[in-house]
């Protein structure tokens, strides 16, 4: 696939994983003794594009399929979503990837990744890339996973020296260890880019691998001095912490998390990051914007889809409306 000319220019653009999501209908069963299924676009990065498009930005998501029905499930998803699908394409050979899982509210949600002998979305290639459109993008956002393997790497350090510090460029550190071959591996390859990133999303567990740090208020320096000019450090029943640095005043704050009755929590990190490129595109203030955020995540955490669960404004704002 060669580079696209594209005349329009996108709020948003994400780079890394996609699949499809089976999960239960039947909620507090084990996946053996499931009796049926429901089917859903699934993948961080693409998620992420989808709950920005779903709160009115024009997004799009650069990633791979395989060629089959599956591949040609999520370009319909896609397109049925309003995330423009023209980086997405397939790879001959691998299959789509596949997730199962299991739900458990209102915390256990183990998930069961098919991307085997190789995701496609790990074979996204440099010379594959329209730079200029990733160049032009207000706000770029890709996951660790892509720094996983090659040529994956590659393509993901050309997009960041592309970017050459246009826009806002964000780093989601999900980190998932059944894709990497140590916790050192990925905090070397998370290292070569924090230079290029402008912001860093994270609980603490991603961040003691991404610097070494779990403490939060001590992972939000160690990010921002790598930096980073604004971390984001989810802390669970905690909340959220941010740390920004801006021209005028530094911000520091911790965001208490909206209630809700968990049925489904996977969905909700990328509800979250959609929500945040939102606050960032509108250019709130730093509670305002993880407040907004912290709002989206929960929810889809009270839904049992992920995408298709990704909330319109009038949801969110009905969300913090109830905590109010």
Known sequence: ???????????????????????????????????????????????VAVAATRLGHRSATITRTGDDPFGRYIHAALQGFGVDDRFVCAVDGLPTPVVFCEIFPPDDFPLYFYREPKAPDLEIRP??????????ADVFWFTVTGLSQEPSRAAHLAALEARAG??????????????????????????AVLPFVDVAVGNREECRVAVGEDDPDAAAKALRDAGVSLAVVKQGPAGVLGSRSRVGAD?????????????????????????????????WDLETALSFANAAGAHVAGQLACADAMPTIQQVESMMGDVR
Do not use: C
């Open 166 to 191: 246009r826009g806002t460029t964000i780093i989601d550190l999900d980190y998932r260890e059944m894709f990497w071959d140590t916790q050192g591996s990925a905090a070397e390859q998370i290292a």
């Open 1 to 47: 696939m060669s580079p696209t000319n594209t005349r329009e220019r996108f709020e948003l653009i994400t780079m890394g994983r996609v699949g499809v999501d089976v999960y239960p209908e039947q909620v507090g069963v084990r996946l053996e003794d499931v009796r049926s299924f429901g089917k859903f676009l699934g993948g961080s990065s693409t998620n």
């Open 127 to 136: 010379d594959e890339l329209d730079l200029d459109a990733i160049r032009d």
């Open 251 to 283: 911000e520091h704050v911790v965001v208490p998390p909206v209630p809700v009755e968990v049925v489904n929590g996977l969905g909700a990190g990328d509800a979250f990051g959609g929500a945040l490129v939102h606050g960032l595109l509108e250019n």
